[in-house]
């Protein structure tokens, strides 16, 4: 006990922010009343008894201590969630200050996160039980028309729309300091992520920005501010000075404006000053915590494991009904509720003032006697919003699975990805149905049975004593690389001959696409049902399961490709049809929206793994695989081998059709990329026009006034585009702005802004300073501008405007863009957003959380690095080897059972990722063994054979490597 009550004021904080598993808690403190009954917040630093001198008799709150300028930065829901808590309390206490539109609009979105969607008698009733503002009668018809407008939206959904109008009212965190100025008027301050305001009465009448503040300081009850010298203003201009009440309202103000300036604008929590030997002379505070830089750095890179938040609609008539008793708890949550005389627990529920209705009944393991109670009420969590953040045993916490949405392992911690199209990064969707365990329990529906703990995988001897039978020869590997890829080219083309076709709303697509695409991609599929049939009889007569006492000459497949092959150039015809039928399909799209909504609901489904686009253009990228496969095969046998004569001359044919095709590849590539980024983007009218061609997406740090912020790049032919990601249902990218390639230059500028591995962009309109994750980073992407702006003042086509009308004449800035937006038409925003929903875990979203980049050169080796095959699979504390199928495509390895489902239960995108051997070290005794490793994330994957663990190591190496080449590269030696 004296232990605890000795301990500084960071033992009580991290306490609770541990028992609420809330990993963003530098955003929030503990404020109570002093004993000059002044409201000060629990420094960190010092000893809590020192500061709190009647600790039975006092109520620490566990508030929102620094509003960042855009919700946006919180990175999880759990904080998102706290912060509309917070927002809630400031409207209903009368602390926000706002307009009736705005007012009604807030409220609206509170009540359809409590009761769910508008319903006349209910959300009457409820209003009448429930205050949310201080004046509410007098608006409460435009809340319910408000509120009529929201069907169907999510708790999180309304956490979100309620955040992005709070953010843009002028008194949107304020916390107001009295104070008179020089002639005594009577004034208040405040102080912002932007530096220190000043209001006379609830209007910002100045603003002084941290980059103009050189010293902040109080004297007695004097408040002083001093400027940094103006040549326009003489010198004795520069110290601006306020009186205050008293010199403890001095210096609490001091002490909160110390610690936003550290919070927002250093990289990192500063260092303590060395203690003076004889004598002290001014304050010794200093900020104590994490700045928001390293917060978010912190979570993005992190090793912890996240745990979904799920909140449901509570349908609560009455909050002054409700009672601890009723709520529905969780388990993690629903322990005792303490009364005020049981000094050895820390209350966590909410003020008395809320009638009861915002208590969360949690305790926290204390004996200093301190009651806590954040202070910002909302709807009841334990009933609106079941928070499923518990404490379990680390095998129940950690399940590895990399489907797990919410996990490390899902894009919100940067590791893995679900692929079902039923996947949500946001946590809200479920990938089927529940699971059953071998012991018959249920298990998590986030769970593939793929996926689960070692405890459900097995280990196969059985495939490794019937593998040694197998011939050994290399050319055997290889024909059997052909048999294993042909297996998921023929499910690819499924996805259109069958899937898409029958798809329900089929009949949107207008006839003569349909007969476009049955009469070119049915004859290719039959063709390969063949092609694969023949493949599959000649490897089961190599390996002696069929036909076993025939000797034939069955160890060759040199004559079953030359066969093929000349019977697929019979189909060239088909396969240059195949471009016509992706630019068709995208002006449907553009003119209709069914069928627009068409492709966008059939990409949701599993059984389309990848972007829909990507599978149109799959025969043009077989042809390839087919010329690789028989390049190794012709290295491999000497000229006087049987089968050499066969290969070599399906090798001139094959080469000769992809020759053929080849300046059509590229171009729909390029096509295909940029129809594919337009679902990634907002804000951007046209993106797929004649002549503009994708370079290079990835991560770079852009300097502004709030410091370095993490933005997404896009390099086209004429411009580019610096972006950050939005809180859509799909979590697009929002557009801040465009640089024309256009008579730009460019320079390194790490010693100007003392930022490693910076360079300044300069621009006919504005200027930009960012900074790279590392110097090979940095040096990939001003090779790859240097060269874009060579093509830009070499080409003549015109440099058109890729921002949308509106987001163009608002003239987006880094502060600007979505602030532009009225109260009304946020109403509406929501229907927009869902227009543009698609699967939120493509290769941006990947290099968003891994910061990194991609070029279009390291798509065009994608195509070419493409592989399928059994693997073993072992998690890196279990003993089993699980045996799954594994494609390796776009830069992931989707899981599935067999070769033969007809969609992957799970994917790992490898971005990021490492690939090497297992050390001695790891204790991994088996042969032909490979380790994929990303942080705290470790895997090892067992091929069958020294050919393919090598094929394994290399199309993974051109995953996890970002390609080295620029955009001189050719590409002729792809083909």
């Known amino acids: 006990m004296h232990s605890y009550q000795r301990s500084t004021g960071k033992v009580l904080f991290d306490l609770a922010c541990v028992h609420l598993n809330l990993v963003e808690g530098d955003y929030f403190g503990l404020e109570y009343q002093d004993q000059r009954k002044m409201m000060v917040w629990l420094d960190l630093l010092k000893p809590t008894l020192k500061q709190i001198r009647r600790p039975k008799n006092t109520i620490l709150r566990f508030v929102v201590k620094f509003f960042p300028p855009d919700h946006t930065q919180l990175m999880e829901e759990l904080t998102r969630y706290l912060f509309a808590l917070q927002i809630k309390h400031d409207l209903a206490c009368g602390r926000l200050i706002c307009n009736d539109t705005s007012a009604a609009l807030m409220v609206s979105h509170i009540i359809q996160s409590e009761i769910g969607d508008y319903d006349e008698t209910q959300s009457w009733q409820h209003l009448l039980h429930n205050k949310y503002l201080p004046d509410q009668d007098a608006i409460r018809d435009k809340i319910t028309d408000c509120h009529r407008k929201h069907v169907g939206q999510t708790p999180a959904v309304s956490d979100y729309q309620l955040l992005e109008i709070a953010r843009r009212l002028e008194m949107y965190g304020v916390r107001q300091h009295p104070a008179k100025d020089r002639e005594g008027t009577k004034l208040s301050l405040a102080v912002a992520h932007t530096g220190v305001l000043v209001f006379q009465g609830y209007t910002k009448i100045n603003a002084f920005n941290w980059s103009k503040i050189r010293k902040l300081s109080f004297k007695r009850k004097r408040f002083l501010i001093k400027l940094r010298a103006d040549p326009s203003q003489n010198a004795h201009h520069d110290t601006l000075e306020f009186a205050m009440a008293s010199r403890d309202c001095c210096k609490v103000f001091?002490?909160?404006?110390?610690e936003y300036h550290a919070f927002f604008r250093l990289f990192e929590e500063p260092k303590p000053k060395?203690?003076?030997?004889?004598?002290?002379?001014?304050?010794?505070?200093?900020?104590?915590?994490?700045?928001?830089?390293?917060?978010?750095?912190?979570?993005?890179?992190?090793?912890?494991?996240?745990?979904?938040?799920?909140?449901?609609?509570?349908?609560?008539?009455?909050?002054?009904?409700?009672?601890?008793?009723?709520?529905?708890?969780?388990?993690?949550?629903?322990?005792?509720?303490?009364?005020?005389?049981?000094?050895?627990?820390?209350?966590?529920?909410?003020?008395?003032?809320?009638?009861?209705?915002?208590?969360?009944?949690?305790?926290?393991?204390?004996?200093?006697?301190?009651?806590?109670?954040?202070?910002?009420?909302?709807?009841?969590?334990?009933?609106?919003?079941?928070?499923?953040?518990?404490?379990?045993?680390?095998?129940?916490?950690?399940?590895?699975?990399?489907?797990?949405?919410?996990?490390?392992?899902?894009?919100?911690?940067?590791?893995?990805?679900?692929?079902?199209?039923?996947?949500?990064?946001?946590?809200?969707?479920?990938?089927?149905?529940?699971?059953?365990?071998?012991?018959?329990?249920?298990?998590?529906?986030?769970?593939?049975?793929?996926?689960?703990?070692?405890?459900?995988?097995?280990?196969?001897?059985?495939?490794?004593?019937?593998?040694?039978?197998?011939?050994?020869?290399?050319?055997?590997?290889?024909?059997?690389?052909?048999?294993?890829?042909?297996?998921?080219?023929?499910?690819?083309?499924?996805?259109?001959?069958?899937?898409?076709?029958?798809?329900?709303?089929?009949?949107?697509?207008?006839?003569?696409?349909?007969?476009?695409?049955?009469?070119?991609?049915?004859?290719?599929?039959?063709?390969?049902?063949?092609?694969?049939?023949?493949?599959?009889?000649?490897?089961?007569?190599?390996?002696?399961?069929?036909?076993?006492?025939?000797?034939?000459?069955?160890?060759?497949?040199?004559?079953?490709?030359?066969?093929?092959?000349?019977?697929?150039?019979?189909?060239?015809?088909?396969?240059?049809?195949?471009?016509?039928?992706?630019?068709?399909?995208?002006?449907?799209?553009?003119?209709?929206?069914?069928?627009?909504?068409?492709?966008?609901?059939?990409?949701?489904?599993?059984?389309?793994?990848?972007?829909?686009?990507?599978?149109?253009?799959?025969?043009?990228?077989?042809?390839?695989?087919?010329?690789?496969?028989?390049?190794?095969?012709?290295?491999?046998?000497?000229?006087?081998?049987?089968?050499?004569?066969?290969?070599?001359?399906?090798?001139?044919?094959?080469?000769?059709?992809?020759?053929q095709l080849q300046g059509t590849m590229m171009k729909m590539e390029n096509f295909q990329k940029l129809l594919e980024l337009k679902k990634d983007l907002t804000g951007i009218d046209n993106l797929a026009i004649p002549g503009r061609e994708f370079f290079r997406l990835g991560c770079l740090s852009k300097l502004s006034g709030k410091g370095l912020q993490q933005r997404m790049f896009f390099l086209f032919s004429d411009s580019l585009v610096y972006t950050s990601r939005g809180m859509t249902p799909s979590n697009q990218f929002k557009v801040h702005g465009q640089l024309p390639l256009y008579g730009m230059t460019i320079r390194e500028s790490e010693e100007e802004w003392g930022v490693p591995h910076s360079f300044t962009l300069f621009g006919q309109r504005q200027s930009v300073v960012v900074a790279a994750s590392c110097a090979a980073e940095m040096e990939r992407w001003v090779e790859d501008i240097r060269m874009a702006m060579d093509l830009s003042e070499q080409s003549s086509s015109p440099h058109s405007d890729l921002l949308s009308s509106s987001l163009s004449e608002n003239k987006l800035s880094e502060d600007g863009g979505a602030e532009q937006e009225s109260e009304e038409e946020l109403c509406g925003s929501r229907s927009s957003l869902e227009r543009q929903g698609h699967r939120g875990n493509t290769t941006v979203h990947v290099c968003w959380h891994r910061n990194t980049s991609v070029s279009m050169v390291d798509f065009s080796l994608a195509v070419e690095n493409q592989l399928s095959g059994n693997l073993l699979r072992k998690f890196k504390n279990s003993n089993g080897w699980q045996k799954l199928w594994v494609v390796f495509t776009n830069f992931s390895l989707f899981f599935y059972k067999s070769h033969q489902d007809d969609y992957p239960l799970a994917s790992l995108p490898l971005l990021g990722y490492s690939v090497t051997v297992p050390a001695e070290s790891e204790n991994i005794h088996k042969d032909y063994v490979f380790k994929l490793h990303f942080k705290s994330h470790v895997y090892y994957f067992r091929s069958e054979s020294e050919y393919s663990y090598d094929r394994w190591m290399e199309v993974i190496r051109s995953a996890t490597c970002s390609a080295s080449r620029s955009l001189t590269s050719s590409r002729k030696d792809l083909y």
């Open 254 to 258: 001091w002490k909160i404006c110390v």
């Open 274 to 659: 060395p203690k003076p030997i004889l004598f002290t002379r001014g304050s010794s505070f200093r900020f104590s915590g994490r700045t928001q830089k390293q917060i978010m750095d912190y979570v993005k890179d992190s090793e912890f494991k996240k745990v979904s938040f799920e909140r449901k609609h509570s349908k609560i008539l009455s909050s002054g009904s409700f009672t601890p008793q009723s709520a529905q708890v969780p388990k993690e949550c629903a322990t005792s509720v303490p009364s005020a005389d049981q000094p050895e627990s820390v209350r966590l529920g909410h003020q008395a003032e809320s009638n009861g209705s915002d208590d969360l009944p949690i305790t926290v393991p204390s004996t200093n006697g301190f009651r806590l109670s954040p202070a910002a009420p909302g709807s009841d969590p334990a009933q609106s919003r079941q928070n499923h953040r518990g404490t379990g045993s680390a095998a129940d916490q950690h399940l590895l699975n990399p489907g797990s949405p919410g996990s490390e392992d899902s894009p919100l911690g940067s590791a893995h990805v679900i692929t079902n199209g039923n996947g949500s990064v946001d946590g809200e969707g479920m990938v089927g149905a529940g699971v059953l365990g071998p012991d018959g329990q249920q298990l998590s529906p986030f769970i593939s049975p793929l996926l689960a703990e070692d405890r459900y995988t097995r280990m196969d001897e059985e495939d490794e004593a019937r593998r040694k039978k197998f011939p050994t020869d290399k050319a055997y590997f290889i024909a059997k690389e052909l048999l294993t890829t042909e297996r998921t080219y023929l499910k690819d083309l499924q996805v259109i001959t069958e899937s898409f076709q029958s798809f329900e709303g089929n009949e949107a697509l207008p006839d003569s696409i349909k007969s476009l695409m049955v009469a070119n991609y049915d004859p290719v599929y039959k063709f390969h049902q063949g092609f694969l049939k023949e493949v599959e009889q000649r490897l089961a007569q190599w390996e002696g399961r069929s036909n076993a006492h025939i000797k034939g000459d069955y160890q060759r497949i040199g004559d079953v490709l030359l066969k093929n092959i000349q019977g697929l150039r019979q189909l060239t015809m088909h396969l240059q049809k195949h471009s016509e039928v992706l630019v068709e399909l995208e002006r449907a799209c553009r003119s209709s929206r069914k069928v627009e909504a068409l492709c966008r609901d059939f990409e949701q489904q599993k059984v389309c793994y990848l972007p829909f686009n990507i599978f149109l253009l799959r025969p043009q990228h077989r042809l390839l695989h087919y010329k690789l496969i028989l390049e190794r095969l012709c290295k491999h046998y000497p000229p006087t081998h049987d089968d050499f004569r066969d290969s070599r001359a399906a090798l001139a044919d094959i080469s000769e059709m992809a020759l």
